[in-house]
């Protein structure tokens, strides 16, 4: 198991930037694939983007591409979510997971160790 704790999430407007980090412990953090979700008031969790165990490989939601970077340390056991050009509709609990299977990035299903979330509101 993989404990997961997020920060970096605020208040910002719209245009602006942000950046979280997700801070890893327990087993080897390097093994695992690592991920970005989010939930909106009153919408289901959504996939963010995802990146393999050494970030040779990412993969975004459509929504976020060109505008949010995906990378991770693994010295430091640590992703990251550079998020910019936020718009009010990215507004969310923005969570961190893990997965083990190291296979597909983008399905919730395979993702087995959460955060306890970070908020990220944007103003507009």
């Known amino acids: 198991q993989v404990q997961l704790v997020e920060s970096g999430g605020g208040l910002v407007q719209a245009g602006g930037s942000l950046r979280l980090s997700c801070a890893a412990s327990?087993?080897?953090?390097?093994?695992?694939?690592m991920g970005w979700f989010r939930q909106a008031p009153g919408k289901e969790r959504d996939f963010v983007a995802g990146?393999?165990?050494?970030?040779?490989?990412?993969y975004y939601a459509d929504s976020v591409k060109g505008r949010f970077t995906i990378s991770r340390d693994n010295a430091k056991n640590t992703v990251y979510l550079q998020m910019n050009s936020l718009k009010p509709e990215d507004t969310a609990v923005y969570y961190c997971?893990?997965?083990?299977?190291?296979?597909?990035?983008?399905?919730?299903?395979?993702?087995?160790?959460w955060g306890q979330g970070t908020q990220v509101t944007v103003s507009s």
């Open positions: 997971a893990a997965n083990a299977r190291n296979y597909r990035l983008g399905s919730e299903m395979d993702y087995d160790d």
């Open positions: 327990g087993r080897t953090f390097s093994a695992y694939a």
């Open positions: 990146i393999s165990s050494t970030g040779v490989r990412t």
